[in-house]
């Protein structure tokens, strides 16, 4: 008689050895799943069942630990199925080994319908590679379980980034999405995985931030990051337009960069300040004249990709927390509202496509609005006949940050 236990991986590693021969241990959980156990500790799944007519059909799936206990199960459970409805577990098994792995089936979904339909193909290619080629990218699909789709969530949120983790499982689904619709795969893993709540971010560069993220800035040892980083924050333009920024589409003489197409579905016209003009100057003057990119890679895009490990080492450097590349983008937009300008002016700059979102920059800071306050509260106590000693916050002077960028825009 078999003996049944609950395969688990502790389980399965403190099998006894027999001293010769084979022992069978039967799954708890799978009926028909089994486990083999030489003298030479080789432990083997299968699926043994009786089909019609009785005669015990034996399915050999695959070694312990190479495949996982929830491989064996899925596999089991799909030969069992096919066994039942009088089909031949041995095509099922060679379908089984043809199955595509995940990485497979992602560069069917860029060449299908990523990079035929949306305009974030690039974004889809960069959030593969830094969270899904990893942890699943050899895996087969049908080892794609909810389990291991909630673990990569699980895994980026317990990282600080809860809205990544979000995006990240909102791609997985929608390749399991187009999967299915192709007739791939049945099953999407990511179905029932609780999206993060997410909270709109606020943080961008304080005056106070500005001469200690400058300093750090200069000493940074790459050029092409270094460079990057300064046409992030003097455009104020998304991380995918800045990174693939190309020389095609830059006027110096006229002093813009025309996007040709952005993340919201439209062209941009971005009027480059006179730092971000002598930036470009410079490069254009350091690059070959073959060189179609701004910012030059040597990985298959040909262009540089978001630079996270060197980002980290410079906001160390600068001793600022809590600043992500993104933030840079939000810096513009929030040091425009510190200096008066409209939401409209603001939208224009950032390719807002509603006014909402610029709203969102006008909010952040608290300068505005405190002297709003002040200001009404001045004139409540002097309704009131109250007299008090008025302590006025002082503003951030402008020419401070000026002063600043102008003497760090010599760049070398």
């Known amino acids: 008689m078999t003996t049944v236990i609950n395969f688990t991986k502790a389980n399965l590693e403190s099998l006894p050895i027999p001293s010769s021969g084979r022992v069978e241990y039967q799954d708890g959980k799978t009926p028909g799943l089994k486990i083999r156990v030489t003298a030479n ?34 596999q089991a459970a799909v030969i069992l199925a096919e066994i039942a409805e009088g089909g031949n577990p041995a095509e099922v098994k060679r379908a089984l080994k043809a199955e595509l792995t995940f990485a497979e089936l992602f560069n069917l979904y860029l060449a299908r319908h990523a990079k035929v339909h949306k305009k974030t193909a690039d974004g889809d ?54 999967a299915i619709e192709w007739g791939i795969t049945e099953i999407n893993p990511c179905t029932r995985i609780r999206h993060n709540k997410e909270v709109s971010r606020d943080r961008f560069l304080q005056a106070d931030e500005f001469p200690r993220f400058f300093a750090a800035l200069d000493t940074e040892p790459n ?94 450097r600068a001793n600022i927390t809590n600043l992500r590349i993104h933030d840079l983008r939000r810096t513009m937009g929030s040091w425009q509202a510190k200096t008066g300008a409209s939401l409209l002016v603001i939208g224009k700059s950032l390719n807002h496509k509603s006014v909402q979102t610029t709203a969102n920059y006008s909010r952040l800071d608290m300068d505005p609005v405190r002297e709003s ?10 309704a009131g006949g ?27």
């Not at 699926?47 to 199960?73: C, D, N, W």
């Not at 110096?252 to 006179?274: D, F, H, S, Y």
């Not at 007299?387 to 020419?399: D, F, L, Q, Y």
């Open 41 to 74: 500790n080789i432990k083997t799944f299968c699926v043994l069942k009786r089909v019609k007519g009785g005669t015990p059909l034996r399915t050999t799936l695959g070694r312990f630990p190479e495949m996982s206990i929830e491989q064996a199960r899925r």
């Open 223 to 316: 050029p092409i990051i270094r460079d990057y980083i300064w046409l992030s924050l003097f455009t104020g333009a998304r991380k995918a337009n800045v990174v693939s920024m190309q020389w095609s589409e830059i006027s110096l003489a006229e002093g813009v960069w025309r996007i040709p197409m952005t993340k919201n579905g439209t062209p941009q016209n971005i009027p480059l300040p006179k730092p971000a003009i002598t930036l470009l100057k410079k490069r254009r003057k350091a690059l070959a004249e073959t060189e179609s990119f701004v910012l030059p890679g040597k990985g298959v895009t040909g262009h540089l990709v978001e630079p996270k490990k060197a980002w980290k080492k410079l906001i160390e």
């Open 386 to 412: 109250v007299t008090m000693a008025k302590k006025r916050i002082p503003k951030v002077p402008k020419t401070k940050v000026v002063k600043a960028v102008k003497k760090k825009i010599a760049l070398a």
């Open 373 to 382: 306050m002040n200001t009404a509260t001045d004139a409540m106590l002097k």
């Open 125 to 178: 290619e960069q959030q593969f590679r830094l969270h899904l080629e990893g942890p699943i990218g050899k895996k087969k699909l049908s080892a794609i379980t909810p389990k291991v789709a909630a673990t990569i969530h699980a895994k980026i949120t317990s990282d600080g980034y809860l809205t990544t983790a979000n995006r990240v499982i909102a791609l997985l689904s929608g390749v399991f999405n187009r």
